[in-house]
Every structure is written in structure tokens, then in C-alpha cells.
Nanobody
Framework: QVQLVESGGGLVQPGGSLRLSCAAS????????MSWHRQAPGKERELVARISSGGGLTNYADSVKGRFTISRDNTKKTVYLQMNNLKPEDTAVYYC?????WGQGTQVTVSS
């Protein structure tokens, strides 16, 4: 059974940082690309960042380039999203994704 469990969300002030984690189980983690998505209230879910199976290739939404970094540890079956210089518009529920599998999401709120 595939499981994706996100953690690390919370409330942070503008300019602050958070690191999200997604612990995976139930599949051969190291052979799959993984991605982070987010959904803000009243908006569609959008791709934030994606990383190849080996970690050598990444791509980002224009809105987060230079501020967010996706990474993975295949020995721990975990994918991360380091978010720096957070802005109020980054407020959303962040989801981990593999193909059609989704985690439950973790809330990120950026507010003073």
C-alpha cells in the first residue's frame, strides 16, 4: 500500500523558512520521480517542484525559483522541500506526489 506522509508545515512570518518532508512507503521509492504541489484556498492545485528518481534533475514553478529547493534521500525514502524567503502568497496546503498517489497535505501559512 502506497503511503506518502508530509510533515513540517506551520505558521511562519514573511521572509522566514520551513522545511517540508515527505516520507514514502509501499513502493520502490528510488526509481520514481517525486514532486511537491500546493493548493491555496479557492485556487487549483499547482506544481511547485519536481525531482528525478536519482535527484540529478529538478524543476520549479517560476513563482518559487531561487527560493525553494527540492531534494531527496533515497536511503530514507524521503523527499524534502526547503522553502526560504517565504511570502504570504506561498500560503497553501502542500502535497507530496508520485504519479496518481498523494499525501494528506501539510498546511503552510505565511503571515505576520
Amino acid at each position: 500500500q502506497v503511503q506518502l506522509v508530509e510533515s513540517g508545515g506551520g505558521l511562519v512570518q514573511p521572509g522566514g523558512s520551513l522545511r517540508l518532508s515527505c516520507a514514502a512507503s509501499g513502493f520502490a521509492f528510488s526509481i520514481y520521480a517525486m514532486s511537491w504541489h500546493r493548493q491555496a484556498p479557492g485556487k487549483e492545485r499547482e506544481l511547485v517542484a519536481r525531482i528525478s528518481s536519482g535527484g540529478g534533475l529538478t524543476n520549479y514553478a517560476d513563482s518559487v525559483k531561487g527560493r525553494f529547493t527540492i531534494s531527496r534521500d533515497n536511503t530514507k525514502k524521503t523527499v524534502y522541500l526547503q522553502m526560504n524567503n517565504l511570502k504570504p502568497e506561498d500560503t497553501a496546503v502542500y502535497y507530496c506526489n508520485r504519479n496518481t498517489d498523494w499525501g494528506q497535505g501539510t498546511q503552510v501559512t505565511v503571515s505576520s
